[in-house]
């Protein structure tokens, strides 16, 4: 089956810098890939996603990148502030599965004033 | 704003109790709702699939007795853990999504502390 493996699982950047978080998968099929931001004690939301039929996407400081061939996608986040520190999971899914979402371990982002 | 709503946000109780967690999707309906389980500084981890009027799908080493999925309107589904045990304490999260191919958008997750 399908597995996502994500790094760094922990991204010290300081106030201001870029943040990029790297995630693999094994599924070939695999055609939907969302990023969810967790604070803590609060449920995943939802930053943004990427479909296969796309190589990047962009929300104002947030995008992210797909490479089908190399089976990898990645979260950048760009001019960071104090408020982006939290866990950030990446995940995919196949229409093959029902879109079940199989997750990343998650990074924990901390940025540093 | 929030999409789904979970409740309650916390709870606290004594070991036999049952305890019911409520998922609602607030401005859409939700043929299918997913139910997650999430242990201290760890990933989500799916424990089944509630589908609206029939049974729930359980991921593999999930009790389905042990916790009782109903999903009973396009916009209410509720997970019950019956005759709670400390090992049960966990984070609970609920997700619903308006379609198939549509965002998983996730509840503010149960705390529940089994004493």
């Known amino acids: 089956g399908e597995n996502v493996e994500q790094h760094p699982s922990t991204l010290s950047v300081q106030e201001g810098d870029s943040a990029v978080i790297k995630c693999t998968y094994s599924?070939?099929?695999?055609?939907?890939f969302p990023w969810y931001k967790q604070e803590l004690g609060k449920g995943p939301q939802l930053i943004i996603d990427?479909?296969?039929n796309v190589g990047e996407k962009k929300d104002q400081r947030i995008a992210v990148t797909l490479n089908k061939t190399a089976k990898h996608f990645s979260l950048h986040i760009t001019e960071t502030q104090p408020e982006d520190s939290a866990v950030y999971f990446c995940a995919a899914s196949t229409r093959q599965s029902n879109y079940q979402l199989i997750w990343g371990a998650g990074t924990k982002l901390i940025i540093k004033p | 704003g929030a999409v789904v709503s979970q409740h309650p946000s916390w709870v606290i109780c004594k070991s036999g109790t049952s305890v019911k967690i409520e998922c609602r999707s607030l401005d859409f309906q939700a043929t299918t709702m997913f139910w997650y389980r999430q242990f201290p500084k760890q990933s989500l981890m799916l424990m089944a699939t509630s589908n609206e009027g029939s049974k729930a799908t359980y991921e593999q080493g999930v009790e389905k007795d042990k916790f009782l999925i109903n999903h009973a309107s396009l916009t209410l589904s509720t997970l019950t853990v019956t005759s709670a045990h400390p090992e049960d304490s966990s984070f609970y999260i609920c997700?619903?999504?308006?379609?198939?191919?549509?965002?998983?958008?996730f509840g503010d997750g149960t705390r529940l502390s089994i004493l």
């Open positions: 990427i479909r296969s």
């Open positions: 599924d070939s099929a695999s055609n939907y």
């Open positions: 997700s619903a999504h308006r379609g198939k191919d549509q965002p998983q958008h």
